[in-house]
C-alpha cells in the first residue's frame, strides 16, 4: 500500500474546548483565517473498478449546491474524522452516511494525506480498488445531488472541487502505482 504525505491513525487537532463528545462535526479555523469542516480533520474514499471491457472508473459525488463549498462540483464522498476514529475508518463510515454500502471485497491500496496547517487539520484520501460498479443513485444522502463512475479521461471534462482537482494527479498515481 503506498502512503503519501504524513499518514497517522491520531486526531488531527485538539478537541474544541467545551465541544463535548468526540464527535469529529464541527468547524475549524485556521491561522491563515480559512475555516474548514471537521475538528479532527476530514477523510474520503476514492473508489477504482475496471470494467469488463478493461477501462478504469472513479467514483465521485456531485456535491450538492448547499454544502459548504460544494456548489454542484465532483469530489470523493467524505467528511468529519471523528475522535476515535483512524482516517480509513472515517472514510469508509461517511461513505457509507452519504454514499450506500461499499462493495463486498474492497482493496486499500493507498492513503493521501494533505496537510494544510500541521497539527490542526489534514484531509486524508483512502484509495480502494473494487471488484463491482453498484448504482448509487437511490442510497445518496442529500449532500451530494447524483455519483457516477468516471474515466481518467472524463474528469478532465466535469467541475471538479477545487482540492480535490489539485491532489488528482497524486492520487491517480497512487492508482498507477498499484496495478
Not at 442529500?142 to 494527479?169: C, H, K, V
Request: aromatic share 8%.
Amino acid at each position: 500500500m503506498r502512503q503519501t504525505g504524513a499518514v497517522s491513525t491520531s486526531p488531527s487537532a485538539a478537541p474544541t474546548p467545551g465541544a463535548g463528545d468526540g464527535s469529529g462535526d464541527g468547524w475549524v479555523t485556521l491561522s491563515s483565517g480559512k475555516v474548514l469542516w471537521g475538528r479532527f480533520g476530514a477523510a474520503g474514499l476514492m473508489l477504482s473498478h475496471t470494467d469488463p471491457s478493461g477501462t478504469e472508473r472513479f467514483l465521485l459525488a456531485r456535491r450538492a449546491a448547499w454544502v459548504h463549498r460544494g456548489h454542484g462540483t465532483w469530489s470523493v464522498p467524505g467528511g468529519a474524522i471523528d475522535s476515535s476514529e483512524d482516517p480509513v475508518s472515517a472514510a469508509l463510515r461517511e461513505f457509507d452516511e452519504e454514499i450506500g454500502r461499499i462493495p463486498d471485497g474492497w482493496r486499500l491500496i493507498g492513503i493521501h494525506e494533505e496537510i494544510l496547517e500541521a497539527g490542526v487539520w489534514s484531509y486524508h484520501t483512502c484509495c480502494a480498488r473494487v471488484e463491482e460498479s453498484p448504482d448509487y443513485d437511490a442510497t445518496l444522502s442529500p449532500e451530494n445531488d447524483e455519483a457516477a463512475w468516471w474515466t481518467r479521461e472524463e474528469l478532465d471534462q466535469i467541475p471538479l472541487f477545487d482540492p480535490f482537482a489539485a491532489q488528482l494527479p497524486t492520487l491517480l498515481a497512487i492508482f498507477d502505482d498499484n496495478d
